[in-house]
């Protein structure tokens, strides 16, 4: 065990003998996201570094404090990458893998590619009695059971501080096209439904309004001969690569002027629904963002349309979370950030927790508000 490593282990063993929580931070661009942020800050940043890549085996083992943009760098290189395209919130270098992992948040290509969790073939993780635990490997055979590895993507840093992962990676696609069809919402998922059950190389799609027209951003990406079958055959307007690719960056980061605050009630929520789902009609609220094929929809509204944000979700089967809270506020009294849990998922999600962090040490009431 390295130096920095060491030095974690101490404090964590520390915290659990006197009861210190310890609020676990990478770079700390999602510490908008959750419930709350508790305790004296452990920071992974002192862990960095590649310490395996084989691009022949797609397959790199990074420590969790390794910026984010470094390791994307590295794979760039090699003609690589992470295909889920996690978000980079906040200044540009901050976000950490590590973070990536314990946020769980994938990019406009999550419904095509898989999310966070799908990549995530091993990681070793210091527990809440200071010990080194470590899961899975480097290879997809290699889980058995209870995949722990995987159950770390979202956690929010709840079932101990991760020191090391191992992703997988895949190769950069040979060719990209972004398509551009002016539609309104109800004709965007009409469209999307249709195509994704045609052999198309699809791979993210965002439909939004500007200045009161509707307008959706189709990208391909595959093969050379199909991404070229598949503009021929869809049509409309073909967007200049470079343009289009820093665009699609933008909607990764939420840069986009969609996402732009202002000064207002409104706050930004996500709704998680199945791609077949209607047109959701939120009270006074403008147009939604729509990605991931019509499964992720983001929508500006008050904090005062909770419940029915939360009813709409959950008549479409899905749920809502309260994303971002209205700009200057710093609170949300009785509005919790994440849906309600059921009550067997409730309980899977306490035993674990207590399991792996008997103390309560870790990011105490950032996932679950009633701690």
Same mark, same amino acid.
């Given at each position: 065990?390295?130096?920095?490593?060491?030095?974690?282990?101490?404090?964590?063993?520390?915290?659990?003998?006197?009861?210190?929580?310890? +609020?676990? =931070?990478?770079?700390?661009?999602?510490?908008?996201?959750?419930?709350?942020?508790?305790?004296? &800050?452990?920071?992974?940043?002192?862990?960095?570094?590649?310490?395996?890549?084989?691009?022949?085996?797609? %397959?790199?083992?990074? =420590?969790?404090?390794?910026?984010?943009?470094?390791?994307?760098?590295?794979?760039?290189?090699?003609?690589? +990458?992470?295909?889920?395209?996690?978000?980079?919130?906040?200044?540009?270098?901050?976000?950490? %893998?590590?973070?990536?992992?314990?946020?769980?948040?994938?990019?406009?290509?999550?419904?095509?590619?898989?999310?966070?969790?799908?990549? %995530?073939?091993?990681?070793?993780?210091?527990?809440?009695?200071?010990?080194?635990?470590?899961?899975?490997?480097?290879?997809?055979?290699?889980?058995?059971?209870?995949?722990?590895?995987? &159950?770390?993507?979202? /956690?929010?840093?709840?079932?101990?501080?991760?020191?090391?992962?191992?992703?997988?990676?895949?190769?950069?696609?040979?060719?990209?096209?972004?398509?551009?069809?002016? +539609?309104?919402? /109800?004709?965007?998922?009409?469209?999307?439904?249709?195509?994704?059950?045609?052999?198309?190389?699809?791979?993210?799609? +965002?439909?939004?309004?500007?200045?009161?027209?509707?307008?959706?951003?189709?990208?391909?990406?595959?093969? %050379?001969?199909?991404?070229?079958?598949?503009?021929?055959?869809?049509?409309?307007?073909?967007?200049?690569?470079?343009?289009?690719?820093?665009?699609?960056? /933008?909607?990764?980061?939420?840069?986009?002027p969609w996402f732009a605050t202002t000064e207002g009630p409104?706050?930004?929520?996500?709704? /998680?629904?199945?791609?077949?789902?209607?047109?959701?009609?939120?009270?006074?609220?403008?147009?939604?963002?729509?990605?991931?094929?019509?499964?992720?929809?983001?929508?500006?509204?008050?904090?005062?349309?909770?419940?029915?944000?939360?009813?709409?979700?959950?008549?479409?089967?899905?749920?809502?979370?309260?994303? =971002?809270?209205?700009?200057?506020?710093?609170?949300?009294?009785?509005?919790?950030?994440?849906?309600?849990?059921?009550?067997?998922?409730?309980?899977?999600? =306490?035993?674990?927790?207590?399991?792996?962090?008997?103390?309560?040490?870790?990011?105490?009431?950032?996932?679950?508000?009633?701690?």
């Open positions: 065990m390295d130096q920095a490593l060491h030095q974690i282990v101490e404090r964590i063993r520390a915290a659990a003998s006197d009861g210190t929580p310890l +609020c676990i =931070r990478g770079g700390g661009t999602k510490d908008f996201h959750g419930e709350a942020l508790q305790g004296e &800050v452990l920071s992974t940043t002192v862990l960095t570094g590649i310490t395996s890549y084989e691009p022949s085996e797609l %397959v790199v083992t990074v =420590r969790a404090g390794t910026p984010l943009a470094e390791l994307e760098a590295v794979l760039a290189e090699k003609g690589q +990458c992470l295909p889920f395209e996690p978000p980079r919130f906040g200044a540009s270098g901050a976000t950490t %893998v590590g973070g990536m992992v314990a946020a769980g948040l994938s990019g406009p290509a999550r419904a095509s590619v898989g999310a966070v969790r799908d990549y %995530v073939l091993g990681a070793t993780l210091v527990n809440g009695r200071g010990e080194l635990l470590s899961f899975g490997g480097q290879v997809m055979k290699n889980v058995a059971g209870y995949d722990v590895s995987r &159950v770390l993507a979202g /956690s929010l840093g709840t079932l101990g501080v991760i020191a090391e992962v191992s992703l997988k990676v895949l190769p950069v696609a040979p060719a990209e096209a972004t398509l551009e069809f002016a +539609c309104g919402q /109800s004709d965007a998922l009409r469209l999307l439904n249709e195509w994704g059950g045609r052999p198309l190389p699809l791979n993210a799609s +965002c439909w939004f309004e500007y200045a009161g027209a509707g307008a959706l951003y189709l990208r391909l990406r595959g093969a %050379v001969a199909a991404v070229e079958a598949a503009c021929t055959h869809l049509g409309g307007e073909r967007k200049d690569n470079a343009r289009a690719a820093a665009d699609w960056q /933008s909607l990764r980061d939420q840069q986009l409104d706050a930004l929520w996500r709704l /998680s629904v199945p791609q077949t789902a209607p047109v959701l009609t939120l009270d006074d609220s403008a147009a939604p963002l729509i990605e991931w094929h019509g499964g992720q929809r983001w929508y500006k509204a008050p904090l005062g349309q909770a419940a029915r944000i939360r009813e709409i979700a959950r008549a479409a089967g899905g749920h809502a979370t309260l994303f =971002r809270l209205p700009a200057g506020a710093d609170a949300h009294p009785g509005v919790p950030r994440f849906d309600a849990l059921s009550a067997p998922v409730a309980r899977i999600h =306490r035993a674990l927790m207590h399991e792996f962090d008997p103390h309560r040490l870790f990011n105490r009431g950032r996932l679950l508000a009633a701690e």
